[in-house]
């Protein structure tokens, strides 16, 4: 009992140090409440697990040790929404793919997400045409908030945009994904003056300016310097300005809140935050969902089956006993890499009702594993950025409705968004969890997690 006390004390300060490290963003910090909730399940399972020979079984240890005696480094592994790869080629980090042989890799499938959010917005030039040219002049003008110009989403959404706006330029046998800053006189070499034949009439489409969101101190995907940005761009060139676009939902929204919704410029995001997506009814252009729920419940889904022993596709692409099952239209997998994608699709003002709370579970993976089958087993899983809307404010709450139908303890990390170290230096005892889960902050930095298993 005494030992529980120590262990549950220990959760609330780690608790608050994650809801301290969030409070430096602007956004709402990682959800440090459900700590309480983890240790009062962990109690439950333990009681089940009560007469146990000894102490292996006792997975949530009450004395803070993961059950068995699996070396770290053959422990299972999942990265999640930072795939290993080179930050400048994209090329995928092998090695950190196949850490061991219960490694994966979940995400979703960035091509065909940033596909989608370019015909998205094309599709709305198209609809609104008698609208979309405020001043007139012929040209449609759009600005681009680029998250990370390292991270292989952000680079796919904005040769997406490019791409079905016919505003790309080739680099390299690929679209030029490298920021313009202002372009408003269509000089910039990065991208070019695109047309659109709509209704009879040619239209010159053009990237008015496009800026990498990285605040200060390093942070990227920085929703309050896209709203900074809005602003400077905005009275300098705010007439021209017909459409937003941007890499995320959480820039967006600080365009749309800043500048967009007063001027009926309509913005479009991606990754459908409840946020966003109950903006579309005020004017908010559109966003893509990447499945989150779906990621959130692969990500905890692969250490599961791996901790049990069991084939990788079970509650994935085969029912399990209580019967999750995910259809092939929601996810792929892809066994070279490694890896689970899950599948994109388009919120609009004609389907987002169907969107309004990104946190609810995905109700064919919704149903409570067994705890004799499935005990209860410990994890350590980092968010890159506390500060980050998507992962703070979709992302982590559905995993943490995740782990407990799943019987997972997870002890949830939020890092600063700038320094892996921030991350790494709270993974000080791998010997304590059954199971790791990491989003890195920046995708080549796999090794300073894996030579922490590894020794
Ligand atoms: C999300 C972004 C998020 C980023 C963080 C992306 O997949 O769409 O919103 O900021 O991941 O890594």
């Not at 169907?354 to 968010?383: C, G, H, M, R």
Request: proline share 2%; glycine share 10%; with cysteine.
């Amino acid at each position: 009992m005494k030992r529980k006390l120590v262990a549950m004390t220990l959760a609330a300060v780690m608790g608050l140090s994650v809801a301290a490290c969030g409070s430096s963003g602007d956004d709402k910090p990682a959800n440090d409440g459900n700590k309480t909730e983890d240790n009062k399940d962990a109690g439950a399972t333990n009681d089940e697990n009560a007469d146990a020979p000894d102490d292996a079984g006792d997975a949530e240890g009450d004395d803070g040790a993961a059950s068995g005696d699996v070396a770290n480094k053959d422990k299972p592994l999942v990265w999640f929404n930072r795939q290993p790869s080179n930050s400048s080629t994209g090329e995928l980090d092998m090695s950190a793919l196949t850490f061991n042989d219960k490694t994966y890799y979940v995400g979703f499938d960035a091509n065909q997400g940033a596909d989608l959010q370019g015909t998205m917005v094309k599709d709305y030039i198209e609809a609104n045409i008698d609208k979309i040219d405020r001043n007139g002049d012929g040209v449609i003008g759009y600005v681009l908030a680029i998250g990370d110009i390292g991270h292989n989403d952000s680079i796919a959404r904005t040769r997406g945009i490019r791409k079905a706006l016919g505003t790309g330029v080739e680099k390299d046998g690929n679209i030029n994904s490298d920021p313009i800053g202002t372009n408003t006189d269509g000089s910039a070499s990065a991208v070019q003056d695109g047309t659109l034949e709509i209704g009879g009439k040619t239209y010159t489409v053009r990237e008015l300016a496009s800026q990498e969101m990285k605040n200060s101190a390093g942070a990227t995907w920085d929703a309050a310097t896209a709203g900074n940005a809005i602003g400077t761009w905005s009275s300098s060139f705010g007439e021209e300005i017909d459409i937003i676009a941007s890499n995320n939902d959480g820039m967006g929204m600080s365009m749309f809140n800043a500048w967009s919704k007063d001027n009926n410029v309509p913005t479009f995001g991606y990754d459908a935050n409840s946020d966003a997506v109950a903006a579309i009814a005020e004017g908010y252009g559109g966003t893509i969902s990447q499945h989150a729920d779906v990621q959130a419940y692969l990500t905890l889904r692969v250490l599961r089956n791996a901790l049990d022993g069991v084939d990788i596709d079970t509650g994935i692409g085969t029912a399990d006993e209580a019967g999750n099952v995910l259809s092939d239209d929601v996810f792929v997998y892809n066994e070279e890499q490694r890896s689970y994608y899950a599948l994109n699709v388009a919120v609009t003002s004609e389907n987002y009702q169907d969107f309004t709370d990104s946190t609810k579970i995905y109700e064919p993976v919704s149903k409570q594993l067994d705890a004799a089958k499935s005990p209860s087993k410990k994890v350590w899983l980092n968010i890159y950025n506390a500060s980050d809307n998507f992962l703070s404010s979709t992302y982590q709450p559905l995993l943490q409705n995740y782990d407990d139908i799943l019987n997972l303890e997870v002890e949830y990390i939020g890092g600063d968004g700038q320094t892996e170290s921030n991350i790494t230096n709270r993974l000080g005892n791998p010997g304590q969890y059954d199971a790791f889960a990491i989003n890195m902050v920046k995708t080549d930095n796999a090794a300073s997690y894996t030579a922490l298993l590894n020794q």
